[in-house]
């Protein structure tokens, strides 16, 4: 099979690659770049007007399968993903059960291969059964195709365990991303502590509960000399925190969320529900420094953190709503509208940010578009405005903050080894 | 007049005008509650239910009298007893309530913005009769009226609120309301029982209850939940009293003519010395029967919202 993708505006990360060209790719595999290629035989996408970027990949989604199906499974979590321009993504292990053996990495790589439309890479429990107290058969996990390992959701609260964790995982050179969170100083907080908590009268979760985590993590990596990803960052110290320990040579890497560049805990007027994340959104002055921290390259990936949840688990009181927010199909959208349009990174540092850098955290040989790799790739508009509808998303929740969202960059096309799964904006 | 929201949710969201129309009616009302006949037909025909996911008694008392004084179907509804046990959520009972042809529900939760969330989910009008550590919108319109009763006005006042400022919805709707009605707030606390930014919301903050208090015109004690001292927020009940409790020697330092308001019940001894409880500046019983008045104020005003009957006061 052959597919031309013509005229569109190309860029890469790795390879520099920024410029209107084709793509050919036959059987799946990126075969030429170049101009004036051969149209014989080919299925055509007229990307003129268009940008190419290597497929999305995100380092953090909940898929919820198993056990949680109601609220999104392989399948809708898969379909979700290529609505938004992701053709790879990496699930959390806290399902029901908990992905912290081998057989249930087997159960999400099998399943995703018989339902799933874009790549789907399983994340491996730190510790068994999100407990804290005992490590996961971690050798195992990584041989059972596991790419990262998280208790995500929770934190691994004992730093003792922390510690043997990333001792015993970088023996077999997998990452532990890291949930920052000091359970004690959030202190069932409800979201971020300040004068929106004041006035809502909700119990603050402070920016410490998330600050004094990262900086015991920062300090074991260090230590240990172990590789450290800090997930959904959402506090200026914790940008600040990072920052720092990547000049001493810490080997950490940092992602955020579309949300925390995008809201802050304003967005939580009217006890809404849907703005109740973990972390919580945060303030201004904090936005701007995950900004900035995008800017600077301190933070190196975006991820969604895509968190569906039934609606009947959003539509309660708001110490009582789960946390967490749909991802999939409004973060390119947010990262072009909030980051690329106001100037804040090229189209280049996105790619890095959404693509590149997360296939490599993950160690996944993809986020990039060469000659010899696999044709995952997407396709947007970067000028065409649109308005967020959570009614039409694909994934089986709605539970999304920017429902009405004016937003451009929609993807029109992702692409997956070379397949079309999302074609004029339309799922097939 | 009418009100603008079906609702009576918090004085976050209400305007001055209308805080001051409902005062203005609670004037009237208190005469009916004051008179030897308490039998009226403001409310006839119309059916209002209390729903309480929290005990309380003197704020179900006081709505459960203003309805029957006003002649209402009123009836009330427990979350020991109700569906809750079963599981039903909120807005569940509250269409089941509202299907049965309910206009108004009083309602009590602990959990902040509850009946925010049933404002949107049902035809009834919604009153919060305190919901977490949110709003008590009724407890804050009886301080007023009760201030308003023995200063004249709200404006220009000084008021020193006192206390666990974090926890209480009370401090909440007061400050909301009194900033609103142009009056001063200062309020006073344990470092860990004060919200952050509260200044954002245009009170002044101390550290030291004696600023606080100093030239006030009304010093409002607020209750200690004596287990937050378990939780580690304060040391001793003994040492909250010692740095945060109204004595006489404290009263001192507001106006000669300062008046005291609880919203009770009050732990004697620690957040009010008995002298100071029972005291002649103390209007804390006043405020009990004002609390009626001002609940069948905004019982009728509520119902009456969106008729021509407009009456004047």
């Known amino acids: 099979m052959k597919l031309l993708i013509k005229n569109g505006h190309v860029v890469d990360a790795k390879t520099g690659l920024d410029s209107v060209t084709d793509i050919l790719a036959v059987d799946g595999i990126i075969h030429d770049i170049g101009s004036d290629i051969d149209e014989t035989g080919c299925e055509v996408i007229d990307a003129n007007g268009l940008y190419v970027f290597p497929g999305l990949v995100d380092a953090h989604c909940h898929l919820r399968d198993p056990g949680y199906e109601y609220k999104e499974d392989i399948e809708t979590g898969t379909r979700s993903a290529a609505k938004g321009g992701f053709t790879s993504v990496a699930c959390m292990p806290n399902t029901n059960p908990v992905l912290d053996n081998e057989a249930l990495i087997k159960y999400v790589i099998n399943k995703a291969k018989t339902d799933g439309i874009v790549n789907v890479f399983p994340i491996g429990a730190v510790s068994k059964g999100l407990k804290g107290e005992e490590l996961s058969e971690i050798g195992e996990l990584k041989f059972a195709g596991a790419v990262a390992l998280s208790d995500d959701g929770r934190p691994v609260g004992n730093s003792s365990l922390m510690k043997k964790a990333m001792q015993y995982a970088s023996m077999f050179d997998i990452t532990i991303i890291s949930h920052c969170e000091d359970l004690d100083l959030v202190d069932e907080g409800l979201m971020n502590e300040g004068f929106q908590s004041s006035i809502l009268g909700l119990k603050g979760n402070p920016a410490p509960a998330e600050e004094v985590m990262i900086a015991r993590d920062l300090i074991l990596a260090e230590y240990t000399k172990a590789t450290i990803h800090i997930a959904h960052v959402s506090t200026e110290l914790g940008v600040d925190l990072i920052r720092n320990a990547k000049r001493r040579g810490v080997k950490v890497t940092a992602e955020t969320c579309p949300h925390y560049f995008t809201l802050t805990d304003n967005a939580c007027e009217g006890f809404n529900t849907n703005a109740k994340v973990n972390p919580p959104l945060r303030t201004q002055k904090d936005v701007d420094a995950i900004i900035q921290g995008l800017k600077d390259g301190t933070i190196d990936i975006i991820s969604t953190d895509h968190a569906p949840h039934h609606i009947d688990e959003k539509n309660v009181e708001f110490k009582i709503a789960a946390n967490g927010m749909v991802g999939f199909e409004t973060a390119f959208p947010l990262a072009i509208t909030y980051l690329v349009k106001p100037g804040h990174l090229t189209l280049k540092e996105l790619v890095y940010k959404m693509s590149f850098n997360p296939s490599q955290m993950l160690g996944l040989n993809k986020g990039t578009i060469e000659v010899g790799k696999l044709a995952d790739l997407m396709i947007f508009d970067i000028n065409e405005q649109y308005k967020v509808d959570v009614s039409k998303f694909e994934s089986k929740s709605r539970n999304s903050p920017f429902n009405g969202f004016s937003l451009y960059g929609q993807p029109q096309y992702t692409i997956v080894g070379g397949n079309p799964v999302v074609r004029k904006k339309v799922l097939l | ?313």
């Not at chain 2, 209400?14 to 009916?32: D, F, H, Q, R, V």
């Not at chain 2, 509250?94 to 989910?121: E, F, Q, V, W, Y």
């Not at chain 2, 209480?168 to 919200?195: C, D, F, H, Q, Y």
């Open chain 2, 1 to 313: 007049m009418n009100l603008k929201s079906k609702d009576l949710l918090g004085l976050r969201d209400i305007s001055a005008e209308e805080i001051e129309y409902i005062l203005n009616t609670a004037k009237t009302m208190k005469c009916i509650v004051t008179s030897n006949n308490k039998k009226t037909a403001h409310l006839q025909g119309k059916s209002i239910i209390t729903l309480f996911y929290e005990n309380s008694t003197r704020t179900r008392l006081s709505f459960e009298l203003a309805s029957k004084y006003m002649g209402a179907s009123a009836a009330n509804i427990s979350a020991s007893s109700s569906s809750v046990q079963k599981g039903e959520t909120l807005i569940d009972t509250g269409k089941t309530i509202d299907a049965m042809g309910s206009d108004i529900i009083i309602m009590r939760h602990p959990m902040s913005g509850a009946p925010h969330l049933l404002a949107k989910n049902v035809k009834s009008s919604i009153i919060n009769a305190g919901d977490g550590m949110n709003e008590h919108p009724t407890q804050a319109l009886l301080d007023m009226f009760t201030i308003l009763e023995k200063k004249g006005t709200l404006k220009g006042l000084k008021v020193a609120i006192i206390g666990d400022i974090l926890h209480s919805r009370v401090a909440r709707s007061n400050i909301w309301g009194l900033t609103k009605m142009g009056a001063e707030v200062n309020v006073s606390g344990p470092a860990t029982l004060m919200p952050p930014e509260i200044e954002k919301m245009g009170v002044n903050v101390f550290s030291t209850v004696q600023e606080a208090m100093l030239d006030a015109d009304v010093v409002m004690g607020l209750r200690i939940q004596l287990e937050r001292q378990k939780k580690g927020l304060f040391p001793t009940i003994r040492e909250y009293a010692r740095f945060f409790g109204v004595d006489d020697k404290r009263l001192k330092l507001a106006k000669e003519d300062a008046i005291v308001l609880h919203p009770g019940p009050v732990n004697r001894g620690v957040e009010l010395s008995t002298s100071v409880t029972d005291g002649e500046q103390s209007f804390i019983n006043e405020q009990v029967t004002n609390g009626v008045a001002v609940r069948m104020a905004l019982l009728y005003l509520l119902t009456r919202r969106g008729t021509v009957n407009e009456v004047t006061d």
